[in-house]
């Protein structure tokens, strides 16, 4: 059976729901920060996004000329480290939801050398933020911070379950991010702040510009960024790793179904896959999505992505990496709560991913020249 649909999409209940509402989105310059604030817009909510760096010279979606949406939203620039600058943002807006997508060190690398910073971000931003909707009056209906599949550690034979796998994050990403979630949740329960906590696997699409960590960017630079093409690095010991991977888009419309039922409130749901594969296996389906592409506009280049494959450099015993081999989420709980489905498969997220690259570095390449 094809993937369709919820019910409360195809009667249009959802998109009704958002039209008119005051939206706050943190890291709203980031990758799936700018794609919720893209849905929202186009939904018709009234949105603010928040973010540290906010000009017109990062890469983002928020300025991509062709989109306008830094033009359709209100930015404010801010660190969610300081309080008074989050509390002013929040206290300012009247907002009927607020989406936390700002953190620091979403890889495993930048985190270890920078732990203050990655815990300043990713545990005391989120602290900002609800010790700033505790003092007021009027509260949001939601508060959803994106968390992490990390927080679970290393699998135990069966996918993670919000309920039943322990928490035991192994790094400093992993620790911060968990303390965060650990504190969303008191929040709701003794104060009855709307916090929903979503435990996302691997997020890809287009418009991730963190190019020199993340998985599928990194593939994407070597692939497209110079004029020859490269082989994608695999590195550390990641030839063993195996990861959940859904599309951006699908990972927006399942907050946006949680955002629409109240029962969400003070819980946690598991962001889970299209894809469970294992980190060569997506490699190679990265490559071999370029070169299908690449055949519709050259030949010679696209043969020569083919042939480059992938360069494979393992490189195990860093100091202070400590890295999980298998992450898999159970998503049953975002079913039963929201009839949720991923409508975009592997293949087809892949290809939109690599034309979507593919446009982005050609054109850069056009405009250095």
């Known amino acids: 059976m094809l993937p369709r649909q919820t019910a409360d999409e195809k009667t249009g209940r959802v998109a009704a729901y958002y039209e008119g509402k005051n ?31 906010t000009d017109t010279e990062r890469d983002s979606m928020m300025n991509d000329p062709a989109l306008g949406l830094r033009d359709k939203v209100q930015v404010i620039t801010g660190d969610l480290a300081n309080a008074a600058a989050v509390k002013e943002a929040v206290c300012g ?4 939801f607020i989406f936390n997508f700002a953190a620091y060190a979403t890889v495993i690398e930048k985190a270890m050398e920078n ?34 599949d990390k927080v679970y550690g290393e699998m135990d034979g069966e996918p993670y379950d919000e309920e039943k796998t322990p928490l035991r994050g192994i790094g400093v990403y992993d620790g911060a991010k968990l303390a965060a979630d650990v504190f969303a949740r008191t929040y709701h329960d003794v104060y009855g702040l709307p916090t929903v906590v979503l435990r996302m696997c691997n997020i890809f699409g287009p418009y991730d510009f963190n190019l020199g960590y993340r998985l599928v960017p990194r593939a994407m630079q070597a692939i497209y960024a110079e004029p020859e093409p490269k082989g994608p690095e695999l590195y550390f010991d990641a030839i063993e790793h195996w990861r959940d991977y859904l599309h951006v888009d699908d990972c927006i419309r399942a907050i946006l179904l949680l955002g629409f039922r109240h029962e969400c409130r003070g819980e946690v749901f598991n962001l889970a896959a299209t894809k469970f594969a294992s980190t060569p296996e997506m490699l190679k389906a990265v490559v071999q999505t370029a070169y299908e592409l690449e055949k519709e506009y050259n030949l010679k280049r696209a043969e020569a992505i083919l042939g480059n494959g992938i360069s494979i450099k393992v490189r195990h015993g860093q100091p202070g990496i400590v890295t999980i081999k298998k992450q898999r989420l159970n998503g049953d709980k975002l079913v039963r709560v929201t009839g949720f489905e991923p409508l975009i498969d592997l293949a087809e997220g892949l290809e939109r991913t690599v034309r979507a690259y593919r446009n982005h570095f050609t054109t850069r390449r056009a405009n250095r020249t």
């Open 23 to 53: 939206a706050l989105v943190t890291g709203g310059f980031g990758f799936i920060g700018s794609h919720m604030t893209k849905a929202l817009v186009e939904l018709g909510a009234n949105v603010t996004v928040f973010d540290i760096r």
């Open 93 to 96: 807006g009247n907002f009927h």
């Open 115 to 148: 732990p203050y910073e990655t815990i300043q971000a990713n545990t005391l931003g989120l602290i900002n933020i609800l010790e700033s909707v505790r003092g007021l009056k009027l509260r949001p209906t939601r508060i959803f911070h994106a968390s992490t």
